[in-house]
């Protein structure tokens, strides 16, 4: 939290936005949030004494292991449920409900399948009655060529490759001008290859106009490529276990996650990380193999 | 000035490849090109050898072998005689004006009865499904007049109505009303999650969600359900008119059977078989049409 602090009062950081960038930036701050489900005789606590902050400008990205708790902290965010306990702020203001200022780019797609890619595109500013006509049409057409979907905007999401619908889904929340852009898992389920060049094309765009992103995922070095700063989840249930800052220079490229500086950045998680999961496997009281086998894998 | 190559040196030639069409084709050509390559897929052949064999066993058993239990019933060269004669023996021919009468007029309650149960079915389903309010209050009572069978129905029918049309009408109109609303609420129930929450992000208000989300998602199952109820409302339909009626397939059936005439029967029979199908085929039809997405998405997986 201290790195943050000096992070936000320097004048002139590293990674600042530049001037003549137009995306208003939001931040998110959150206190104390508590999340549990189930009866009251069995009751799973998901999250619990939740405390971070998202910087605007940033891009922060939340890291933990699967299962613990990472999607219920995005709808949470998102609006979609409501805390227990504790306190979730957009720029100072409670959150109430979903609304166009987060745009959530989800874990599964959610692109409707009844409406062409172009409608996708479309729908959000439609509903709203914000941007209409020409200027619209012309704004939806210069984001899927961004995507690199121009070819294919009058198909169906269901007749898209995985890396298709990822980008669409990019460029549907991206019309919206979100103040904030919530992305759980977003290229998860990808083979290798889109996943790397979805991750650099995913970076350019941020990197252009730097607008707040929270980034949710559960791979290490996918993390450390985007972020600013490292959010560490412990293990169920979970609240902040450690906060990265993260200091490779911007614009990156992939070739960067083989400097020794990203190595270093990779070992401090990692040791985080593998401290949760022999927390968990204790607790299970889960075999000594398996846990000697997870010792060397990070020594 | 640089050589302007000819065209199509230095590409593969075409003569290997399976000639594509560029663009859609329409109207007579996109028919042709249909005809042509359904006729290239084995589907119209195995259709053709099922109907040879289902009537090549139904005329062994009663008129090839005569066979004891059989012997009674018209085989399908007296039945395929009397139906396409001039002069048929039992009264009913596709040269006879009662005939289409018959089908008129089945299927014409046919169209009131799926148009009225379509018309309240689909609406109450997707209130159903949408609203938790509205399926606390209704569901119990659907689920307990669905199970009573059609023909349960019938007294009380002809007693709330007068006349032979209103009853029967009635009956067919509540046994496609179940399905087709049931169907309704199951497909709003079987939404994803995501579209929803995709939809409120993106500023959808209460009334935005169900007219793009609610109903477009639902319609797979909604047209599901309507195949189905039409195959219902036929065969309720039919039981209907069986106890009250003056015209209609049937009461063809029946009265044919009452006045030991079985050729007219059966005639029925097939006839009720064939333009249930046709009615089958015009719902599927208007299914797809409403649903590309949905055609294009199981082309993909070969369907």
């Known amino acids: 939290m201290q790195k943050a602090v000096e992070a936000t009062m320097n004048p002139n950081p590293p990674n600042a936005f530049r001037p003549g960038d137009h995306a208003i930036q939001s931040g998110i701050q959150l ?13 799973q606590d998901v999250i619990v004494e939740l405390t971070a902050e998202i910087t ?41 409900g979903p609304g166009r200022d987060r745009m959530v780019v ?31 049409h012309d704004e939806a057409v210069r984001l899927l060529r961004k995507v690199g979907l121009g070819e294919f905007m009058h198909k169906y999401p269901l007749q898209l490759s995985g890396g298709m619908q990822r980008r669409a889904e990019l460029a549907r929340a991206l019309i919206n001008q979100p103040e904030l852009m919530i992305m759980d898992e977003p290229f998860r389920g990808l083979d290798a290859m889109s996943r790397g060049l979805m991750q650099e094309f995913f970076l350019k765009l941020f990197e252009e106009n730097r607008r707040t992103n929270l980034f949710v995922t559960s791979e290490i070095d996918e993390a450390i490529f985007l972020a600013d700063r490292l959010i560490l989840l412990a293990n169920r249930p979970s609240h902040v276990r450690a906060v990265i800052d993260v200091k490779l220079p911007r614009p990156r490229h992939y070739a960067m996650l083989s400097s020794p500086e990203a190595y270093a950045y990779k070992r401090e998680a990692m040791a985080i990380l593998h401290e949760e999961a022999m927390k968990s496997f204790k607790a299970t009281a889960t075999s000594q193999d398996f846990i000697d086998a997870f010792s060397r894998r990070t020594d | 000035m640089a050589t302007m190559a000819t065209p199509g040196s230095g590409t ?49 058993l009663c008129e090839g072998l005569q066979l004891p239990r059989f012997v009674k019933i018209p085989g399908p060269v007296t039945i395929f005689s009397e139906w396409f004669s001039m002069n048929p ?14 089908i008129a007029v089945s299927c014409r309650r046919i169209a009131i009865a799926f148009f009225l149960a379509t018309a309240i079915g689909v609406p109450l389903g997707l209130l159903m499904g949408w609203s938790k309010k509205f399926h606390d209050y209704s569901f119990p009572i659907l689920e307990t007049l669905r199970p009573i069978p059609i023909l349960a129905w019938v007294p009380l029918a002809i007693l709330m109505f007068k006349g032979y049309e209103t009853p029967v009408i009635f009956l067919a109109t509540l046994a496609s009303l179940f399905v087709t609303t049931l169907n309704t609420m199951l497909g709003v129930q079987s939404i994803d999650e995501a579209y929803f929450r995709a939809a409120g992000c993106l500023g959808a208000k209460k009334w935005d969600v169900f007219r793009h989300v609610v109903v477009p998602g639902a319609l797979p199952y909604i047209f599901t359900g309507l195949q189905i109820s ?30 030991g005439v079985t050729v007219p029967m059966v005639i029925g029979m097939l006839t009720l078989g064939f333009v249930g199908w046709f009615t089958s085929i015009i719902v599927r039809m208007i299914g797809n049409r409403l649903m590309q997405w949905h055609v294009r998405a199981l082309a993909l997986q070969g369907r």
């Not at chain 1, 206190?31 to 009751?43: F, I």
């Not at chain 2, 023996?89 to 018959?102: D, L, P, R, V, W």
């Not at chain 2, 409302?233 to 009452?258: K, N, T």
């Open chain 1, 31 to 43: 206190k104390g949030v508590c999340k549990s489900y189930g009866d009251e005789w069995e009751r």
């Open chain 1, 56 to 96: 605007p400008g940033e891009l922060t990205v939340i890291v933990g292991p699967s299962g613990c708790g990472k999607s219920t902290l995005v709808n949470l965010i998102a609006g979609f449920e409501k805390p227990d306990r504790g306190e979730i702020l957009l720029n100072g203001k409670p959150v109430t």
């Open chain 1, 106 to 136: 989800f874990q599964e797609t959610a692109l409707i399948p009844w409406q062409t890619t172009y409608q996708n595109i479309v729908f959000g500013p439609n509903l709203r009655g914000d941007l209409k006509g020409a200027a619209l």
């Open chain 2, 12 to 60: 593969t030639p075409a003569s290997d490849l399976p000639t594509r069409l560029r663009t859609k084709p329409t109207g007579f050509a996109l028919f042709w090109h249909q005809t042509k390559t359904s006729l290239a897929s084995p589907t119209p052949y195995l259709t053709a050898f099922g109907i040879f064999l289902w009537f090549f066993t139904y005329w062994l």
């Open chain 2, 89 to 102: 023996t039992q009264g009913i021919s596709i040269f006879t004006a009662e005939y289409y009468h018959h």
């Open chain 2, 230 to 259: 039409i195959g219902v409302a036929w065969f309720s339909l039919v039981a209907a008119e069986m106890v009250s009626g003056d015209f209609g397939l049937g009461y063809l059936i029946l009265s044919s059977y009452v006045n």
